[in-house]
């Protein structure tokens, strides 16, 4: 019997380890029905977009506050929108921020005396936020239940 508990943690280590690295967004239909559903008038802004890269780019919207959302073409495009944007927030030295990577995810946040900006890619789909700190907890809520 000791045998099988050990074995079964075993298991239950390594599947909790692997999953560690990995994040899942939903699709894009389904993050608009999502958020309509969590009260925010979702906006395709994708004609207004002048990078051909880009494949949607969403704006949600709550009344409180706003966030961003794109697709892109590929993942590449999507990786080289997160360094960018990453790096926009990096560019005020007074506040740092905290970076995150797993196999198909980067995540940068950054929190100033004002401000909460967070920007996240996973696969080719990439969330851009800046909102006043009191919004943290809420839009953190939100993009927990998009995948982000």
């Known amino acids: 019997m000791r045998k099988v508990l050990i074995v079964l943690t075993m298991v239950c280590a390594l599947f909790m380890l692997s999953a560690c690295g990995n994040k899942q967004v939903l699709s894009d239909s389904k993050m608009v029905s999502s958020l309509r559903k969590e009260g925010f008038n979702v906006t395709d802004i994708s004609d207004s977009m002048e990078d ?40 005020d030295k007074e506040f740092k921020g905290k970076e995150k990577h797993g196999d198909n995810y980067d995540e940068y946040i950054q929190e100033t005396d004002d401000y909460y900006n967070k920007v996240v890619r996973v696969d080719k789909t990439l969330v851009y936020v800046s909102v006043n700190a009191d919004y943290k907890k809420d839009v953190n809520s939100i993009l927990n239940k998009l995948g982000f």
């Open 52 to 91: 051909s890269s880009i494949k949607v780019v969403r704006t949600a919207n709550n009344g409180k506050y706003q966030f961003e959302y794109y697709v892109f073409k590929s993942e590449e495009s999507a990786k080289n929108a997160y360094k960018n944007n990453a790096n926009l927030f990096k560019e």
